[in-house]
């Protein structure tokens, strides 16, 4: 089983909408997460580090439920500049061991 | 600012060619990645060293090496190229405290052919 397992979506949705979508992580020990962005295979780029239970940008919440091993990113009044594809990352912090998900795929249309 | 260094960005190999692919970061980091990202599949990690000195096995270590040759440098060595092999290859480094998000390089898109 993977580390990390992400919705694969594609989600597609019109300017303005809300889209979330959900990662789950198998391993107990992980105790931070992160959201990456990441556009046409280029490097990915931080988007935002999850700390306790969640937190909030902008138009961008991450929420962290520790007993279901999930995070979850919401995304707010959508962009076409958000089109892109979102990585969910956790680190075990006793090894540094930092494990990506597949990816998940948004495409916000005009 | 040049942060995580990946060189070459481009290669084309034959099967059975062995390459080194070389990482760097000016940034003091103690942890270093190497990644591999194929279409559908996420970035897998193939080994990660939490600091110099040290390097573990991550999903997909088979048909690879590591060096973590000092706390700046951790390049990534096929021996015997396989097609299997061909993919977009990403470094990354990160400070070892538990919060600090990973920086990548621009990633080194090898083919094997």
């Known amino acids: 089983r993977k580390e990390v397992e992400q919705d694969p979506g594609p989600f597609n949705v019109p300017e303005g909408a809300t889209v979330a979508f959900n990662c789950t992580y198998s391993?107990?020990?992980?105790?931070?997460f992160f959201w990456y962005r990441q556009d046409c295979r280029k490097e990915p780029k931080l988007l935002m580090s999850?700390?306790?239970s969640g937190n909030e940008d902008g138009r961008f919440t991450a929420q962290l439920n520790r007993a279901s091993q999930y995070i979850s990113l919401l995304i707010r009044d959508s962009k076409l500049s958000d089109s892109a594809t979102y990585l969910c990352?956790?680190?075990?912090?006793?090894?540094?061991?930092?494990?990506f998900g597949a990816g998940t795929t948004v495409t916000v249309r005009a | 600012n040049a942060g995580v260094t990946q060189t070459p960005k481009f290669q084309v190999l034959k099967t059975g060619q062995s390459m080194t692919l070389q990482c760097a970061q000016d940034m003091n980091h103690n942890s270093m990645y190497w990644y591999r990202q194929d279409p559908g599949m996420g970035l897998r990690l193939i080994y990660y060293?939490?600091?110099?000195?040290?390097?573990d096995k991550g999903e997909v270590p088979n048909g690879y090496n590591v060096s973590r040759l000092n706390k700046r440098e951790f390049s990534l060595r096929l021996e015997s190229a396989a097609p299997s092999q061909t993919s977009v290859y990403f470094c990354?480094?990160?400070?070892?405290?538990?919060?600090?998000?990973?920086?990548f390089g621009q990633g080194t898109r090898l083919t094997v052919v």
């Open positions: 999850v700390y306790s």
């Open positions: 060293s939490a600091s110099e000195g040290t390097t």
């Open positions: 990352a956790s680190l075990v912090s006793n090894d540094y061991k930092l494990s």
């Open positions: 391993n107990s020990a992980s105790q931070s």
């Open positions: 990354a480094s990160r400070d070892g405290w538990v919060n600090t998000e990973a920086f």
